[in-house]
Nanobody, 121 residues
Framework: QVHLVESGGGLVQAGGSLRLSCAAS????????MGWHRQAPGKEREFVAV???????YYDDSVKGRFTISRDNAKNTVYLQMNNVKVEDTAVYYC???????????????WGQGTQVTVSS
């Protein structure tokens, strides 16, 4: 089982930037994709971005051009650079790890506990 721990959440002004990190440990398959989903209060969890083991990326349309996902395989860590954030980006952000074919739903992925991102106007 993969253990994932997110960090880097916090309060940021609209238009500002924030970088989230997620470190993985445990039974890690070197071919795992790693990604981010988010969930706002009272809403369904939604896909944000995913990156394959060899660097391929896929983003939800709502964050294209603003967010960048990256990974450091040596550190088993995935990052989400959030630029030009909007109020509607406010949510708990969850890191996940799984196989590329499971995304964007990531039904079979392992999940972290989440980190809160709050964007103020």
């Amino acid at each position: 089982q993969v253990h994932l721990v997110e960090s880097g959440g916090g309060l940021v002004q609209a238009g500002g930037s924030l970088r989230l990190s997620c470190a993985a440990s445990g039974r890690i398959d070197s071919t795992y994709a790693m990604g981010w989903h988010r969930q706002a209060p009272g809403k369904e969890r939604e896909f944000v971005a995913v990156i394959s083991w060899n660097g391929g990326t896929y983003y939800d349309d709502s964050v294209k051009g603003r967010f960048t996902i990256s990974r450091d395989n040596a550190k088993n860590t995935v990052y989400l650079q959030m630029n030009n954030v909007k109020v509607e980006d406010t949510a708990v952000y969850y890191c996940n790890a799984g196989y590329w074919g499971d995304y964007p739903a990531a039904e079979s992925a392992s999940w972290g506990q989440g980190t809160q991102v709050t964007v103020s106007s």
